[in-house]
């Protein structure tokens, strides 16, 4: 391997977003093409060799006395030479077969990358203690919103986050750590993510984790159940419980299934769903009971339904930034309902 492509390894093996996206991988399982997309600058057997140094790392790091430079640069200078040794031979003896001498290469390289793997992992260590004594401290930050009121969060990256009515988020005011990682307890939230391939955006709800590559998407966690919208770029979206991962393109819309406990991609506007910053109402042959539900929250009302809506009734219509008694207007005509509001108490009754 020359030290072009050796170059071209070490800056990935040392890329925390690559790093991520190797260690959320099943066994066996090959990079993804997006994510070989992404990293277009390398070669694809580049980015496997990486991988496999990574993962390689990853069995190692419980062996390494991480105290012990002094061990581990002597580590890698007998790899270093033995690998000079290795390619004399190879030059040499002409009867050594062709892939023999690749392998034996692969491991000398392979084990002067571990090397240097753990002497990351040592710095990173040994910074962090630093760290501990003299760096920020981890506070949590929690953004709540009643019924009825929405807001817009600068985070401490330059991102900015939309969030819903009924919605509250977490997250670290400095962003301390290898992510930048929020929660998303309750609600909805739009993310504009500020790119940043070292620190990987992501958002956790519903135990569904999102990893953003610099982007715009909106995850709607109101249910148990949970939908994700992406705008623009693309995310990664993992289920915690069983590793499941998806990796979704711009305008698709991708829906957890809590009893399934499964994620699949459904149809629909990703932009109608991320509308909600903008004070835009979408409905979509949206179930009346959610219709509802979805007013009450916006509006910061009570609705009462004095009988029962007709089955399989649905709410289809879009209002911008429009008052509730004009959304009331409108679909007690189209719905057949009547309706009495009094202040913040909205009481429907169906004609059929």
Known sequence: MKNSDLKHVDQLITDEQFRSVIHSLADNQPIPDQIVASY???????????????????????SIDYGNKDKIWGSIEVATTQFD???????????????????????????????????????????????????????LVTKANPSGQKSRITLPDGSIAHLNAESELVYDRNF??????????????????SKNREKPFVVIANNISVTALGTEFNVNA?????????VEGSVMVSNTSNNDQVIMNPTEI??????????????????DLADWKDQILHFNDTPIDEALGILSRWYAVEILLENTAPKDLTVSGKFNNSSLELVLNNLSYSLDFEYVMNNKDIKIKFKK
Not at 176 to 193: H, I, M, N, S
């Open 222 to 230: 109101f249910d148990e159940g949970l939908k994700v919208a992406l």
């Open 176 to 193: 301390t750590g290898d992510q930048r990682k929020l929660y998303l307890k309750k609600g909805e939230a739009y993310f504009e993510v």
């Open 40 to 62: 277009s600058q390398y070669s694809r057997e580049d980015l496997e060799f990486a991988k496999e140094l990574i993962r390689a790392s990853k069995e190692e790091q419980e």
């Open 85 to 139: 040794l290795d390619r004399e031979v190879s030059e040499t003896n002409l009867t050594v077969h062709k892939t023999q001498t690749i392998w034996k290469r692969a491991m000398m390289v392979a084990a002067v990358f571990i090397g240097l793997v753990c002497v990351s992992i040592w710095f990173t260590m040994d910074q962090a203690h630093l760290n501990e004594q003299s760096g920020p401290v981890s506070e």
């Open 254 to 271: 991708l829906e957890f299934d809590p009893v399934a406990n499964g994620l699949k991609i459904i149809s629909g506007s990703a932009q």
